[in-house]
């Protein structure tokens, strides 16, 4: 069993950034794929980054080249840092784990473990 607990969301301005956090407890962290999420009002829930028990790394398209995860095994939290947020960025943001450890998977259901999430808004 793998609890999740994210945090670091708030409102931020266009074109500023936010550092999410997601701390792990439970299970052996290190051999989970490890993924942010997203959901705005409205639309579906969207995977926003991943990063494998290996430190592979994949990304939507719409925060390619701006958010960037990172993982520390030892202290059990995978980060997401945000940068040149835009208003379309606000959502609610969701930590999640796959015990296949080394896969990439845009498919919520190889998610086995989520977080409550927490709100990030981005205003103009």
């Known amino acids: 069993q793998v609890q999740l607990v994210e945090s670091g969301g708030g409102l931020a301005q266009a074109g500023g950034s936010l550092t999410l956090s997601c701390a792990a407890s439970?299970?052996?962290?290190?051999?989970?794929?490890m993924a942010w999420w997203r959901q705005a009002p409205g639309k579906p829930r969207e995977r926003v980054a991943q990063?494998?028990?290996?430190?592979?790394?994949s990304y939507a398209n719409s925060v390619k080249d701006r958010f960037t995860v990172t993982r520390d095994n030892a202290n059990n939290t995978v980060f997401l840092q945000m940068n040149s947020l835009k208003p379309e960025d606000t959502a609610v943001y969701y930590c999640a784990a796959d015990r296949a450890g080394d896969r990439i998977t845009i498919a919520t259901k190889h998610y086995d473990y989520w977080g409550q999430g927490t709100q990030v808004t981005v205003s103009s």
């Open positions: 990063i494998t028990w290996s430190g592979g790394t």
């Open positions: 439970g299970s052996i962290f290190s051999i989970h794929a």
